[in-house]
């Protein structure tokens, strides 16, 4: 592994997701179906529309706990600094919270209040 450039550390990891079921299972679309059944995993890797047609078809779910997953939800992963939530009291009284305009409400407002103007106006 000197002249190949890559880290025995990968390989070692790599090898130990290709066997962790106890069999020699493949990076491709075949050893992931068997490593895991996700839905979103397998669309991510090759034939996205045949395993997205099949699940829908199957009925199938998807928990989306994996890397793949998550990027494809855009959700944040449960590992590292996603791997938990913070949670600290603010001291503040539901008196105190009070509504605020979005923006679409307050552009809203402004275009009502010219209708208005123009029309006693005109």
Request: charged residues 30%; hydrophobic residues 45%; contains cysteine.
């Amino acid at each position: 592994m000197g002249d190949m450039g890559i880290d025995p550390r990968h390989m070692q990891l790599l090898a130990d997701v290709m066997t962790y079921k106890g069999e020699v299972l493949g990076i491709t679309r075949f050893g992931l179906a068997k490593m895991r059944d996700s839905v979103l995993q397998l669309a991510s890797f090759e034939k996205t529309p045949d395993h997205l047609f099949d699940a829908a078809t199957g009925m199938k779910t998807d928990l989306i706990e994996g890397v793949s997953e998550c990027i494809i939800m855009g959700q944040t992963m449960r590992v590292g600094t996603g791997g938990f939530q913070l949670v600290r009291r603010l001291g503040v009284r539901p008196a105190d919270l009070v509504p605020k305009k979005t923006l679409f409400e307050d552009a809203w407002a402004v275009e009502v209040a010219r209708k208005r103007r123009a029309r006693r106006g005109a």
